[in-house]
C-alpha cells in the first residue's frame, strides 16, 4: 500500500473526521502517530475528552442491556463473522501495525492472525460457558453454578500489542455477553480505529450496535476517570507495572474487579545438556524479536557456566547476522524494526551505561543506529553479567532488545537467580534432561515463579489455546484461552428446590 489513507481505504472504513491525514499539526485536542521507522507523522487522530467518554459508557450500558439478551451461540456467529472479516484483511492490517509501531511484517500480520484465533476460539467458546451442578446434601434438591454477562468492560491496552490484546478481552468479552470500551494506548491510535471499526461494522451490520466501543483520549482525561467508573465492573488493563500499581489502586476503591497484564523480565535458563541448536535460535528471536518490545522478551539468560563460553560464542555470532538487518519493518528480509519513540532510545542508552557503570561488559551492540531512513533503531545488545552475577539494572524492564548473560554453576543457583525479580511473566529452560525440565516445572511450585514455564521453547511468541499472563509485579491477570472467560462473567449459585418442603442446609432446625 502506499500509505495509510490507501489501507483505510481498502478497509473501506469512513474514519473521517476523527483521522486526518493532510496538513498533520501538532496541536491541543489531537494525538499525531509517528511512524517510528522514520519519525515522520502518520496522520492525526482526534482526542475523546470527558463528555465523549461519558457517551461511550452511557452508551455500553445500554448496548450490554440489549447484548446480553441475545443467545451466546447467537453472540458466536456475529464474532465468527468478526473474524472472517479479520481474515480477509489481514495483509492490510498487519501493514498498519508495522507502521504504526514498526513490527516487522510478519510480525504485523501475526497479530492479525492473533484477533482471528481468539475470535474461532471465542465462537467455540459461545457453545460452552460451561456452568456446574454439585451434589445437595438436601433431597430432591438441586445445586448448581451458573455464569452470567458481566456488564460493559473497559479494555486499556499497551502500544506494543495495538490490535491482539484487544482482541483477546473483546472477542471472548462478546461471547460472554459483555460490551467492551477500549482505550488504546496514544502512541496506536490508528490501528485502534481500524479494528474497533471493522468489528462495529460487522455487529451493526448484523443488528447488534454499540457492542465495541473506542474511546481515544490521554490518561488525565479519559484513562482516569474510565478505571474509576462504577459501571465497568471490570478494568482489562495490560501495560507497565507503574499503569497496573494505579490502576490496580483505583479499582481496588470501588471494590471493581481487575485484570492486569503487566510488565516482564524474563528469563532462559540454558543448562549444561541443552540442544544448543534449539536454543540459541530461541533466545535470539526471544530477545531481538519485535526489537526486544514484548512483554514476553527474552530480557535475561542463565547459562551453565561450563558451556558459556560456547553458547556467548555463538549468540554473539547470531548478533552479528541480525544486525545486519535492521531497518524498514516493511521490507523483506527486515529482521529488527525501530524502538517505538526517541524516549525508548534514551531508556536503551541509558540502560547500557547503567550495565557497563555496574560491571557488566557489552558483548555485541550497545549503540543507536543512525538509519539512513531516520527514525529509532538501536543495535540488538548482548550484555555479560560480571562474574559476582551483580547487576542491578537486569532487574528491571528496559523495553529494548537488550538480554543479560549470566553464568551459573548449578540448577538450584539457576532457580534463585530465575527467580529472584519482581516480575513473573514468562520463563524458558532448555535441558534434555528429564529430572531438570520437571524440576523448572516441579509441582510443589518450586520451580520457575511465573505464570508462563516452557521447556526447550523460548519465552515469547505464546498461543492463544492456553491462559496467558503472570504473577507478582506482573499483575496475576489471565487473558486468551482456557478457562480465561471466566473473568469476563459473573458466577450465580442457586439452590432450587423441588421437595416440596423446606429443609435447611446444615441439618438446621428452625421451627
Ligand atoms: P504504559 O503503561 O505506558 O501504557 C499502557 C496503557 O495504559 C496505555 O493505554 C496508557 O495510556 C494507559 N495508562 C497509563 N496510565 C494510566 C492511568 N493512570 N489510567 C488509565 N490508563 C493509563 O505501557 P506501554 O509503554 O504502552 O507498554 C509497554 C508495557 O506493557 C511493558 O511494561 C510491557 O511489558 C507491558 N505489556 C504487558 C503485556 C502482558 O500481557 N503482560 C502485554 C503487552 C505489554
Not at 62 to 87: H, K, N, T
Not at 179 to 207: E, Q, Y
Not at 427 to 443: D, G, M, P, Q, Y
Amino acid at each position: 500500500m502506499e500509505s495509510v489513507r490507501d489501507i483505510f481505504a481498502s478497509l473501506g472504513l469512513q474514519v473521517g473526521p476523527r483521522v486526518r491525514f493532510d496538513g498533520v499539526q501538532p496541536g491541543p485536542g489531537v494525538v499525531i502517530s509517528d511512524n517510528p521507522a522514520t519519525g515522520r507523522p502518520l496522520a492525526a487522530v482526534t482526542l475523546d475528552g470527558g463528555s465523549e467518554l461519558e457517551t461511550q459508557i452511557a452508551g455500553a450500558t445500554a448496548s450490554f442491556r440489549a447484548w446480553r439478551a441475545v443467545p451466546a451461540p447467537v453472540r458466536g456467529q456475529v464474532v465468527r463473522a468478526i473474524g472472517d472479516e479479520f481474515r480477509r484483511h489481514k495483509a492490510a492490517l498487519g501493514e498498519l501495525v508495522s507502521l504504526e509501531v514498526g513490527k516487522i511484517r510478519a510480525e504485523g500480520e501475526g497479530e492479525i492472525q492473533e484477533i482471528v484465533d481468539i475470535a474461532d476460539f471465542a465462537v467455540g467458546l459461545s457453545r460452552q460457558l460451561p456452568g456446574s451442578v454439585f451434589p445437595s446434601e438436601r433431597s430432591r434438591h438441586r445445586l448448581m453454578e451458573q455464569w452470567l454477562p458481566l456488564g460493559p468492560i473497559g479494555c486499556i491496552s499497551a502500544f506494543n500489542f495495538p490490535a491482539a490484546v484487544w482482541a483477546w478481552n473483546a472477542m471472548v468479552a462478546a461471547v460472554c455477553g459483555d460490551v467492551t470500551v477500549w482505550k488504546p494506548s496514544l502512541l496506536a491510535p490508528l490501528t485502534a480505529v481500524a479494528c474497533n471499526g471493522i468489528a462495529d461494522r460487522v455487529a451493526r451490520s448484523m443488528g447488534h450496535e454499540g457492542v465495541f466501543r473506542l474511546v481515544i483520549g490521554d490518561d488525565q482525561t479519559v484513562g482516569e476517570p474510565l478505571v474509576a467508573d462504577r459501571r465497568l465492573p471490570l478494568i482489562s488493563a495490560t501495560g507497565s507495572c507503574r499503569m497496573g500499581r494505579r490502576v490496580g489502586q483505583v479499582v481496588a476503591g470501588r471494590l471493581g474487579r481487575c485484570l492486569l497484564e503487566l510488565g516482564g523480565n524474563n528469563a532462559c535458563i540454558v543448562h549444561a545438556d541443552a540442544d544448543l541448536s534449539l536454543a540459541i535460535p530461541a533466545v535470539v528471536f526471544g530477545a531481538v524479536g519485535t526489537a526486544g518490545q514484548r512483554c514476553t522478551t527474552t530480557r535475561r539468560l542463565l547459562v551453565h557456566r561450563s558451556i558459556l563460553p560456547e553458547v556467548t560464542r555463538r549468540l554473539t555470532a547470531a548478533y552479528a547476522q541480525v544486525a545486519q538487518r535492521i531497518g524498514d519493518p516493511l521490507a523483506a528480509g527486515t529482521l529488527v524494526g525501530p524502538l517505538i519513540n526517541a524516549q525508548a532510545v534514551q531508556g536503551f542508552t541509558a540502560a547500557v551505561a547503567a550495565a557497563k557503570s555496574q560491571g557488566g561488559t557489552v558483548l555485541f551492540g550497545g549503540e543507536p543506529v543512525a538509519h539512513p531512513l531516520g527514525g529509532h533503531f538501536v543495535q540488538p545488545t548482548l550484555i555479560a553479567a560480571p562474574a559476582s552475577g551483580q547487576l542491578p539494572i537486569a532487574r528491571h524492564e528496559t523495553f529494548a532488545p537488550i538480554l543479560y548473560v549470566f553464568g551459573y554453576d548449578d540448577l538450584e543457583q539457576a532457580m534463585a537467580m530465575h527467580n529472584e525479580v519482581d516480575q513473573g511473566l514468562s520463563s524458558a529452560i532448555f535441558t534434555e534432561s528429564f529430572r531438570v525440565a520437571e524440576r523448572f516445572l516441579a509441582a510443589d511450585g518450586s520451580g520457575s515463579d511465573c505464570g508462563i514455564a516452557n521447556v526447550n521453547c523460548g519465552t515469547s511468541g505464546a498461543e492463544i489455546g492456553g491462559a496467558f499472563g503472570g504473577e507478582k509485579d506482573t499483575g496475576g491477570g489471565r487473558e486468551s484461552g482456557s478457562d480465561s472467560w471466566k473473568a469476563y462473567m459473573r458466577r450465580q449459585t442457586s439452590a432450587i428446590n423441588a421437595s416440596g418442603r423446606m429443609e435447611l442446609a446444615q441439618g438446621i432446625r428452625f421451627e
